[in-house]
Structures are given as structure tokens and as C-alpha cells.
T-cell receptor, first 113, second 112 residues
Framework: QKEVEQDPGPLSVPEGAIVSLNCTYS??????FMWYRQYSRKGPELLMY????GNKEDGRFTAQVDKSSKYISLFIRDSQPSDSATYLC?????????????FGTGTRLTIIP | DAGVTQSPTHLIKTRGQQVTLRCSPK?????VSWYQQALGQGPQFIFQ???????QRGNFPDRFSGHQFPNYSSELNVNALLLGDSALYLC???????????FGPGTRLLVL
């Protein structure tokens, strides 16, 4: 079983819709949770970064972490064609000696104009 | 402010050869990590360098080695290349070992 599970999609939604992307994980040591956006043939770009449980909002993006369920989500409101990309969840204990990021496989998202 | 930069952008090698990839971290960042991303997969952690030493290593063979220089830039070396080493190699930097990581554009390696 992988430490981080993410539905690879592909996911297609019409422009303006609310998008929900999710990951589950099995390692209780994970404390820091990140979402990256990756356009084709480019490096991952950091979108959201949260610590422990709770919600964090940044413009059209909202990240949610539920540590009791080992479940994280990213919501995109008023989706735009420019949001079409692969979205990667990543997490880490970020404790001394263990700072590596563990990624999901990524969800490929297409926003249809 | 320049972000993380990597060179070269693309590289083609044959099996058995050796390759060196280079990374310059974002200004003010002293920690560099390397990841391998196969097609259709998430990045996999190779190793992390801090203060010119390898601090943590993922499940990669000894053919993968690295170095960090006093100016915090880093190199990834892969010896005895295999077809399965074909991937996007990503460098990430962070301002502190306990901060999140910012990625460069990657080097796409093709092994024939």
C-alpha cells in the first residue's frame, strides 16, 4: 500500500465549476501538507501549504486537512481554463532528519471552456 | 528574484554512461533536495543536502550520488545508466530544513 493515495483522474469539468481534489494517507507522522500544480513538462509549483488539521484559503483555492481521517482536499472555485494541469498532493513530517516530501501520483484536471 | 534553476533542460544518454545534473537554489535557500519523476507518477525523493552533507536518502541505489557546494548549489550524478533511469529530475530548495520546498523546472533525461 502506498503511503499517499491520489485518484489519477483524468477529471474534466466545465469552466466556472467548483473542483474538488483529494488525497488519503496512511502515515500518522505527516504534519505538513502541500498542494502543487504542475503544467505539462514543467516543474511543480507550490499552491498551498498547511500545517496540521484545518482549513486555509488563498483566493480561489481552499485547502482542507482532516488528520483524524487522514484525508486532505483542495477546492478550486470559479475554475478557469488556465487551471488545467496536474495537481499533486505532498506531505512530510518535516522533523529533523526526515524532511522529505512524499507525493501522490497526481490528478490530471481539464477545465472545459 | 530568480527561482530554482537547473541545467541542462534535456539530456540524451546511452545505457552504461554517466550523467551529471546541476541545480542552483532560490536565493536565501540553503537546503537542496532531488527527486525523480517518472512519466505519469509523482516525484520520488532521492536525497537531500544541507551544509554540504547528505542528510536523508530515499530508496535509490548507490549509482545515484550528489554533492553540495559552499554556495549551496548542488549536483546529482548517476552512474551506469539504465533504461529505467529515464525520467524528469527535479531539484527543490527550501530556506530551512523544516520549511516547504520550491521546485525548479527539471532536467528531462532519456536513456537509450
Amino acid at each position: 500500500q502506498k503511503e499517499v493515495e491520489q485518484d489519477p483522474g483524468p477529471l474534466s469539468v466545465p469552466e466556472g465549476a467548483i473542483v474538488s481534489l483529494n488525497c488519503t494517507y496512511s502515515n500518522s507522522a505527516f504534519q505538513y501538507f502541500m498542494w502543487y500544480r504542475q503544467y505539462s513538462r514543467k516543474g511543480p509549483e507550490l499552491l498551498m501549504y498547511t500545517y496540521s488539521s484545518g482549513n486555509k484559503e488563498d483566493g480561489r483555492f481552499t485547502a482542507q486537512v482532516d488528520k483524524s481521517s487522514k484525508y486532505i482536499s483542495l477546492f478550486i472555485r470559479d475554475s478557469q481554463p488556465s487551471d488545467s494541469a496536474t495537481y499533486l498532493c505532498a506531505m512530510s513530517p518535516l522533523t529533523s532528519g526526515n524532511e522529505k516530501l512524499t507525493f501522490g501520483t497526481g490528478t490530471r484536471l481539464t477545465i472545459i471552456p | 528574484d530568480a527561482g530554482v534553476t537547473q541545467s541542462p533542460t534535456h539530456l540524451i544518454k546511452t545505457r552504461g554512461q554517466q550523467v551529471t545534473l546541476r541545480c542552483s537554489p532560490k536565493s536565501g535557500h540553503d537546503t537542496v533536495s532531488w527527486y525523480q519523476q517518472a512519466l505519469g507518477q509523482g516525484p520520488q525523493f532521492i536525497f537531500q543536502y544541507y551544509e554540504e552533507e547528505e542528510r536523508q536518502r530515499g530508496n535509490f541505489p548507490d549509482r545515484f550520488s550528489g554533492h553540495q557546494f559552499p554556495n549551496y548549489s548542488s549536483e546529482l550524478n548517476v552512474n551506469a545508466l539504465l533504461l529505467g533511469d529515464s525520467a524528469l529530475y527535479l531539484c527543490a530548495s527550501s530556506p530551512d530544513r523544516r520549511e516547504t520546498q520550491y521546485f525548479g523546472p527539471g532536467t528531462r533525461l532519456l536513456v537509450l
